[in-house]
């Protein structure tokens, strides 16, 4: 009796051993993505998201001047931060996704918690010609927006937002109304938005960073 359950015991090691090597030789490919590849007449995504089928080594962000660098290439050119987080990989547009333009993404020298590296990733997809939906054309009707931290105004001939900020602190002001330009449909990744302090505020005047 104390054999068979000897041997039942070095049994279930060897299958738990096996499953173990199976899962880290296994290849690394990419699961699914947000928008999906060949995708056409999507909204601008606020974020672009790759799910890869194993945990992604940790990366640390990169900022809007370098996310378009070895790690992630788009054309044409696109500003924005790159995090990775579990399986997932996020790009999160900082500058327009022009509208009726197909978008090209290569993913390289990308690699699993394991140290595996992984395939190179090619994604495509198309922005709708044009996108304004009614919750966006509403507000941009309602503006000029004048609150107590920060106040909102459309350029039409230039088409983008203009966003003064009122009080320190100037960047939690600055996400605070970004949250409020998303709630009405107007995100970085549809639209210009441009930030100023107004005199006092942030330390100086001019271009909020």
Known sequence: MKRLLLLGLVGLALL?????????????????????????????PAEIVLVFNRELAPAAPLGTENATTNLL?????????????????TFT??????????????????????GQAGPSVGLSFSIQAAFYDE????FIASLPYN?????????QLGDFFSVS????????VKEEALQFL??????????EISFYLIPGVGGSSGLAP
Request: hydrophobic share 35%; glycine share 6%.
């Open 16 to 44: 738990v051993a096996v499953i173990v090597l199976v899962s880290r030789t296994q290849s690394m490919r990419l699961v699914s993505s947000q928008p999906k590849d060949g995708a056409v007449n999507v909204e601008p």
């Open 165 to 172: 900020v009122l009080e320190d602190p100037a960047e939690a």
């Open 147 to 155: 609150g107590d931290r920060f106040s909102i105004d459309y350029n």
């Open 182 to 191: 998303s709630s009405h449909g107007v995100t970085p990744a549809n639209a």
């Open 73 to 89: 290439k788009i054309a044409p050119p696109a500003t924005g931060s790159i995090r990775v987080e579990g399986k997932r990989l």
């Open 135 to 138: 919750r966006r054309a509403q």
């Open 93 to 114: 547009p900082t500058s327009r996704l022009e509208a009726g333009q197909r978008y090209v993404l290569r993913l390289t020298e990308v690699r699993a918690k394991t």
